[in-house]
């Protein structure tokens, strides 16, 4: 069970990329949680686009729907016409996917006509789901539910019901069966209800470390076992576990933390946006502020000041971008997530300049 099965690479958004030595069992013991805690069947159909190199292609839902004795449909790459297509067509039942792609594929005009009665649930990972994107597939009644997982503990580890997608809207469930988590202050003390602090999990689940890479592998798993994953999370009365960003996101603003998923979550409900990205850089005066990267809709045009208003209405003063850049893309990996190290060292460079 703990021969390394694969090396999976980590997305390398913060910094360069990590190779986790992940075991047989990391898989297994994946695909068994999956299939019970989500309750997949042999009738189960899933639509694949993304990368299988990623741990998301492997783990939702290769390795469970294939243990559930279900069936796959694979594609050569993401096209949200094909993807509606295979959908209707094939009549998939669960599919997975990042924000960026199912507001992609909630923009396509196939979007309002495919006949969807088949679909169990779609879920999104890799990223907080902004709670009006759910509403946008709920509207179409589709079940949009969320998940939670790293390429170092396996994809899977929290699960949640039909009716718990939409009034716990924003969260990414409650653990697996097989699954410990919690949530911890700097000094490691377990922290109380919707306190933020880091996230930690423990379980058959977890990965072996990082290929070649002591450091990395004893800074992230301690000598009990817990593997701590650099996100900050918080956990409410219920249960139910809430991502509030990667640590390495956040950033500290006339001594208070911002972030960035939160505001992003904002920007992104503005009617003229595509896209959004926030990232932190140095300020003399407040140490750190917020730089909005944006990309226009389709036929949209947006200004700073349009942008800064519409912020402004719906977040505390310092949670503000001081700077709002429009730009024609961001960058991103073939897993959909946007590399923000390039967008800092793109600001850093025009600082220079």
């Not at 930690?200 to 450091?215: D, K, L, Q, T």
Request: aromatic share 10%; net charge negative.
């Amino acid at each position: 069970p703990d021969d390394p099965y694969c090396l999976l690479y980590t997305s390398g958004t913060t910094g360069r990329p990590k190779g986790v030595i992940t075991p047989h069992r990391m898989v297994a013991w994946n695909a068994y949680n999956t299939v019970a805690c989500w309750q997949l069947s042999e009738d189960d159909v899933s639509s694949i686009f993304t990368p299988l190199y990623h741990a998301g292609g492997l783990g939702a839902f290769l390795m469970p729907i294939l243990l559930a004795g279900g069936r796959i449909v694979l594609h050569r790459e993401f096209d949200p016409t094909e993807v509606w297509r295979v959908i209707e067509e094939e009549r998939c039942t669960v599919v997975l996917g990042v924000p960026t792609i199912w507001k992609m594929l909630a923009d396509a005009p196939e979007f309002k006509t495919s006949e969807l009665g088949h679909v169990r649930w779609f879920i999104s990972g890799g990223a907080p789901m902004p709670r009006h994107l759910v509403g946008i597939f709920r509207d179409r009644g589709i079940v949009m539910r969320q998940g939670y997982g790293l390429t170092e503990v396996g994809v899977n580890c929290f699960a949640m019901s039909d009716d718990e997608a939409w009034a716990k809207a924003g969260s990414i469930g409650r653990p697996l069966m097989f699954t410990e988590a919690k949530v911890i202050d700097e000094g490691g003390q377990f922290l109380g209800p919707d306190e933020v602090g880091e996230l930690c999990f423990r379980g058959p689940h977890v990965s072996a470390g990082y290929w070649n890479n002591p450091e990395a592998t004893a800074e992230a798993l301690d000598k009990e076992g817990w593997f701590h994953t650099g996100d900050m999370a918080r956990c409410d009365a219920d249960g139910f576990f809430y991502i509030a960003g990667r640590a390495k996101d956040m950033f500290i603003s006339g001594g208070v933390n911002v972030y960035p998923a939160e505001i992003e979550n904002v920007l992104l409900q503005h009617a003229s946006l595509a896209d959004a990205a926030v990232v932190g850089v140095p300020h003399p005066t407040w140490g750190e502020v917020g730089v909005a990267f944006v990309v226009a809709a389709e036929g949209e045009e947006v200004t700073a000041e349009d942008l800064g208003e519409f912020v402004g209405d719906r977040l505390a003063r310092y949670k503000i971008p001081k700077e709002f850049r429009i730009v024609d893309v961001l960058p991103r990996t073939p897993y959909g997530k946007v590399v923000k190290g390039e967008l800092v060292e793109a600001w850093k460079k025009e600082q220079e300049n």
